[in-house]
């Protein structure tokens, strides 16, 4: 499995659960390879690439081919995702982003996506593989923290999804999306726990460990006829 934004939270949780099931995950972020992901060959399976820079893919490609012993990738997870912010920490709106940082939000959220995609669709081909593309609320409401470029950018990606699941199902590659709410990692913004008991029915943050078991479940043989959906995992923040 390729795994990008493995750096924290939901990327790290995701990593840990694979790993004891058995799975080999390879990981992609921007930044060098973390002491604090501790599982076994984490330094030797892990590739630092900034998919901000579409130059990357085709590098990034080559070393995970490098690294797929039969030439097959089961899975793709999709993950990486920027969401700057205005000065302290404010949102970014439409009237304040600036062409570089929709450039920037659109290249690492959307854009690198489809072409990491792409450039090992016969890997994922040749082991009849599972996409997965992390999504988010914001992506169909206006959230208060998210900013215009990262909600756009989720909201593009969901439909990218189903671009996916519509092109690569007669190759046996199937694609599906999760949206997470509001989930409990160190880069939650204040406010955060005001938000969830006012609008989240179940009264709680999601856990990084309740992200992973869903981005699991689409990659495992029991999700093998669920294709072109997105699974929201918000506590019911979207109903």
Known sequence: MLLTGASRGIGHATVKLF?????RVLTVSRQPFSEECSWQSGRDSHIQADL?????????????RERLPDGRLHALVNNAGISPKAAGSGRLGITN????VWTQV???????????????????????GS????????????????????????AALGSLTREM???????????????????????????????????????RLGEPREVAETIYFLCDASSSYINGAEVHINGGQHV
Request: no cysteine; net charge neutral.
């Open 106 to 128: 659109l290249n690492v959220n959307l854009v690198a996506t489809a072409l990491i995609a792409r450039a090992l669709l016969p890997e994922l081909e040749a082991a009849k």
């Open 52 to 64: 901000g820079d579409l130059t990357q893919i085709d590098r990034l490609a080559q070393s995970v």
């Open 97 to 100: 982003t600036s062409a570089e």
């Open 165 to 203: 699941a519509f092109e690569f199902g007669p190759r046996g590659i199937r694609a599906n999306a999760i949206a997470p709410g509001e989930i409990g990692t160190s880069i939650l913004s204040p406010g955060t726990n005001e938000l969830v008991a006012a609008e989240v029915p179940m009264g």
């Open 19 to 23: 790993m004891t099931k058995g799975w």
């Open 131 to 154: 996409i997965v593309n992390v999504t988010s609320i914001a992506g169909s409401r206006v959230h208060p923290f998210a900013g215009v470029a990262y909600a756009a950018s989720k």
